[in-house]
């Protein structure tokens, strides 16, 4: 037989109150937004890709050295930005891929080749999506300038400027009239020079650097 001397009733306080406190519900989010912004501009037989260096998460700055153009091809480059370790992920399968093409069929695979097989990586996990906002520049098969702008997935189109990222709410019109002269009177319709796009595309990443820095 059990001995009940040191038997007490249990407390009914700490439960009741328990019961009684609101729901509390656990979450965790796989994703952190480290902000950044991306551009890519296309000439006749050019393409410029460009970025910011910041590496930040809310107001904190992890890094000012990090910055967000990966060379691809020696004709291809890509800008990411959006959560750092989906970029360094999807770079490094796209550098894979891009090594294991070039041993199989002894040449470098094209700018417009390397989109679509973005494309397809970026669908196969539409279901726990890559965080990260995809443009790729180079040169086509025929040495002319190219851009490709993805969402997070896989849906692309080809462009002659865009831009991506934190700022790019406020890039893209910039681009818009400094790069594809709308709703710009009586102006001549000319080629992109190198010159004009270096300088277009330095001047948009100043801007948004200057306007979204505490997001940077």
Request: aromatic content about 10%; overall charge positive.
């Amino acid at each position: 037989m059990l001995s009940t001397a040191g038997y007490a009733e249990p407390s009914l306080g700490l439960g009741l109150e328990a019961h009684r406190g609101a729901a509390v519900q656990r979450r965790f989010s796989p994703y952190t937004f480290n902000g950044g912004t991306i551009l890519a501009i296309a000439g006749e037989d050019f393409s410029i890709v460009a970025s910011d260096t910041r590496l930040s998460e809310d107001y904190a700055v992890h890094s000012r050295d990090s910055p967000k153009c990966y060379k691809l091809t020696d004709t291809t480059v890509i800008g990411c930005s959006g959560f750092h370790g989906d970029c360094l992920t999807l770079t490094k399968i796209l550098e894979a891929r891009l090594k294991m093409y070039k041993h199989s069929n002894n040449k470098t695979m094209s700018s417009g080749a390397i989109a679509a097989m973005l494309s397809t990586i970026l669908y196969s996990r539409r279901f726990f999506p890559y965080y990260v906002y995809n443009i790729i520049g180079g040169l086509d098969e025929e040495g002319k300038g190219a851009v490709y702008s993805f969402d997070p997935v896989g849906s692309y189109q080809r462009d002659t400027f865009k831009s991506g990222g934190s700022a790019s709410a406020m890039l893209q019109p910039l681009l818009d009239n400094q790069v594809g002269l709308k709703n710009m009177q009586n102006m001549e319709q000319v080629p992109l020079s190198l010159e004009k796009a270096f300088a277009a595309g330095k001047g948009c990443l100043y801007f948004g650097c200057r306007k979204r820095r505490l997001h940077w």
